[in-house]
C-alpha cells in the first residue's frame, strides 16, 4: 500500500489539475506580444528552422502560450511519446511504492520485447542503476523491468491522472490521445517506455511536464528520484544538449519513438526551468527526428533565449 508521502503526492496532483481546469482557454490563447514574448517567438522559430513537428512554450503558472511553432500540429499530431513518457512511468512507481531510492537494476543492454529492439544505447556500466540514474541515462532495461512491479490499471489509471488520454486544454477542437488498458507483460513493458499502447499529441505531453513543474516546488519526498532524475538528465545524461550556457539550470527528458507508418523515429524533448523552482515549460516534437539530440539541441536554443531575456528583465528592475 502507498504510504502517507505517496498520499500526499496523488493529492498534489489531484489539486494541480484542478487548479489547470479552471486555467484552461480554448484556442490558441497566446500571452500579448511583450518584448520578452516576441525574443522567445523568434527563437522558437529559429531553432526549428523550418523543421517537420511543433514546438511550445508555456507559462508554468498561467498555462498561457508564450511562443510556438505549427500549434495546429501539436494539437493534432498523434504519435508514441517514446522515452519522453518514462517520468511519468517513474512517478507512477513512486507513488505506488514499487520503486524507492534504494531500489537499483544492473543493465543487461540487450532488451527484445514483442519482436522489437530496445537495447540500451547510454555509456556501459559496472554499477547498477538507481532511480535518477536510469531516468538520466533513460535506461530501457530499468524502466521495462520495474514496470512489471505494476498493474496494467496501475500504470494505465496513472497516466490518465498525468492528463493522458484527454484534451489538454491548449486549443479548441484538438485531437485526444489514447493510453490503452495493457493485455500482457510485453504491452505493459513497452507502454512504460512509451513504444505502444500510449499515443499522445506534443500538447497533451506539454501539459504533463507543465504538471511536473508546478509540483517540483512542492514535492515530498518520494518524489524526489523523479525531479533528481529529470536535473540529471541535463546536467549529464542524454539530455545534456539541452542545457543553456547561462546559469539558469534546465530539467527534462528526451525521447524516440517507433512510428507506424515506416522505418523512421521521431524525436521529443519536454522540460521545464529554472530547474528549482519553474517559469516556463516547453515541449519539441521532430518529425523524423534523427535521434533525442536534435530536440534536446533545439530546446537549448530555446532555453538560451529565455535564459537571457529572464536575465534582462532582472537587471532592469
Avoid at 521495462?144 to 505494476?150: E, F, G, I, K
Wanted: net charge positive; aromatic share 8%; with cysteine.
Amino acid at each position: 500500500m502507498p504510504g502517507k508521502w505517496a498520499t500526499r503526492s496523488l493529492a498534489l496532483r489531484l489539486a494541480i489539475s484542478f487548479a489547470w481546469l479552471s486555467l484552461s482557454v480554448p484556442g490558441f490563447a497566446q500571452n500579448s506580444d511583450t518584448p520578452a514574448n516576441i525574443t522567445l517567438q523568434h527563437a522558437v522559430t529559429r531553432a526549428m528552422n523550418g523543421k517537420a513537428g511543433a514546438a511550445v512554450v508555456v507559462d508554468v503558472a498561467s498555462g498561457k502560450i508564450l511562443a510556438s511553432y505549427h500549434p495546429e500540429v501539436a494539437a493534432r499530431r498523434l504519435a508514441l511519446p517514446g522515452s519522453s513518457i518514462k517520468p511519468f512511468t517513474l512517478l507512477a512507481l513512486l507513488e505506488a511504492a514499487k520503486v524507492n531510492p534504494q531500489t537499483t537494476l544492473m543493465c543487461k543492454r540487450p532488451l527484445k520485447i514483442a519482436g522489437h529492439n530496445f537495447d540500451c544505447s547510454h555509456a556501459e556500466t559496472a554499477q547498477p542503476f538507481n532511480a535518477v540514474a536510469a531516468l538520466a541515462y533513460s535506461c530501457n532495461t530499468f524502466f521495462t523491468t520495474m514496470a512489471n512491479r505494476l498493474t496494467a490499471a496501475e500504470l494505465r489509471n496513472s497516466l490518465l491522472r498525468d492528463g493522458f488520454g484527454s484534451p489538454s486544454g491548449f486549443a479548441a477542437n484538438e485531437a485526444t490521445g489514447v493510453v490503452a488498458l495493457t493485455q500482457n507483460a510485453a504491452e505493459l513493458q513497452m507502454q512504460a517506455i512509451g513504444e505502444a499502447g500510449i499515443h499522445v499529441t506534443p500538447f497533451e505531453l506539454l501539459r504533463a511536464y507543465q504538471r511536473l513543474a508546478q509540483m517540483q516546488p512542492k514535492h515530498d519526498a518520494t518524489l524526489d528520484p523523479l525531479f533528481a532524475g529529470l536535473d540529471a538528465s541535463v546536467a549529464y545524461g542524454i539530455g545534456h544538449l539541452a542545457q543553456p550556457k547561462s546559469a539558469m539550470v534546465v530539467a527534462g527528458k528526451t525521447g524516440t519513438s517507433l512510428v507506424e507508418e515506416g522505418s523512421w523515429r521521431h524525436a521529443w524533448f519536454g522540460g521545464y526551468a529554472p530547474a528549482a523552482n519553474p517559469e516556463i515549460a516547453l515541449v519539441i516534437f521532430l518529425e523524423k527526428g534523427t535521434g533525442p539530440v536534435d530536440a534536446a539541441a533545439v530546446a537549448q536554443q530555446i532555453f538560451a533565449a529565455y535564459a537571457i531575456s529572464r536575465s534582462t528583465r532582472g537587471a532592469s528592475h
